[in-house]
């Protein structure tokens, strides 16, 4: 290997760094062409359909991101944010919980369709993986770098998906529980973004202080946004609609969905790339000269 300075290292990272960071940035500004299609796929004897949403070049990879729905499944708010992801130049994978794409309509049908989940978090655990297993056969996905968010009923699961060990870079969690299992630094991999209404009232403030605490005691590598004025729910636009509808405490907040959309950018493109920082280091110092 030829001999290399730690000061031209460290230029060599920095340029490294730099090409990333505008390859990300031209990715934001020039919308891929996408592809759309409906995946049909199994866990055990359940037919599930999700949905995926990707740039259509081939030649490319491109970080690939899992999306867990709010309690109300796998519906139209859910297939908007996958193409939202998409044309930012991620392969979204929107994954079907609750079996064959169904959806409910109400909040007694929804807790029926959750409760299994909540009551298992390693059935969760399972129908996630088998998201991943599926957006890992796009061709444009690449194996190495996968995230995961969720909402609401969703974020629970990706949350509680990475202290049970998922292989992921990361998980956002958009006004989703906080509870579940017991974090284990022996097991949680996934680096972790927060994003929380500071008037949601389905998750207490104890809540939130027991969350905060479980992840400082095994020196977790987490970030915690709270959003002012924001309730549960308040990144769905329909939230208001559906909340008057059904008697509950939920409203959309325009400011907070776009503040935590832009964190969850921000938090991918950090993720994202450190890893091509690190193996770009890698090859630097390994490669023989």
Not at 74 to 97: H, I, P, S, W
Not at 223 to 242: G, Q, R, W
């Amino acid at each position: 290997m030829k001999s290399t300075s730690i000061f031209d290292t460290l230029i060599l990272v920095s340029i490294v760094s730099i090409v990333s960071l505008v390859s990300l940035s031209s990715m934001k500004k020039e919308k891929p062409v996408i592809k759309e299609e409906t995946v049909f796929y199994k866990v055990d004897t359940t037919l599930l359909k999700g949905f995926a949403a990707y740039p259509a070049d081939a030649t490319v990879k491109h970080p690939a991101i899992l999306i867990v729905p709010e309690w109300w499944g796998l519906n139209d708010y859910v297939k908007g944010r996958a193409r939202q992801l998409a044309e930012l130049g991620y392969v979204a994978f929107a994954a079907d919980m609750f079996g064959n794409g169904k959806v409910a309509t109400e909040p007694k049908q929804a807790m029926e369709f959750t409760s299994p989940f909540y009551k298992d978090p390693h059935l969760a655990y399972k129908f996630l993986d088998a998201a991943q297993k599926e957006i890992l056969k796009i061709k444009q996905a690449d194996a190495n770098n996968i995230a995961a968010i969720g909402y609401c009923f969703g974020g629970y699961i990706v949350l509680n998906a990475a202290k049970l060990g998922a292989d992921l870079k990361g998980i956002v969690s958009f006004h989703g529980g906080l509870g579940g299992v017991t974090p284990d630094k022996d097991l949680l991999k996934a680096k972790i973004l927060i994003c929380h209404g500071d008037a949601d009232k389905f998750v207490t403030l104890k809540d939130v202080e027991t969350f905060k605490r479980q992840m400082d005691s095994i020196k977790a590598d987490y970030t915690y946004k709270s959003y002012a004025n924001a309730t549960h729910a308040f990144t769905n636009s329909e939230a208001t609609s559906i909340g008057k509808k059904f008697n509950m405490p939920i409203e959309y907040n325009g400011k907070a969905d776009t503040a935590s959309w832009k964190d969850m950018e921000v938090f991918f493109k950090e993720i994202f790339v450190t890893v091509r920082l690190v193996l770009n280091f890698q090859m630097l110092i390994t490669t023989d000269g």
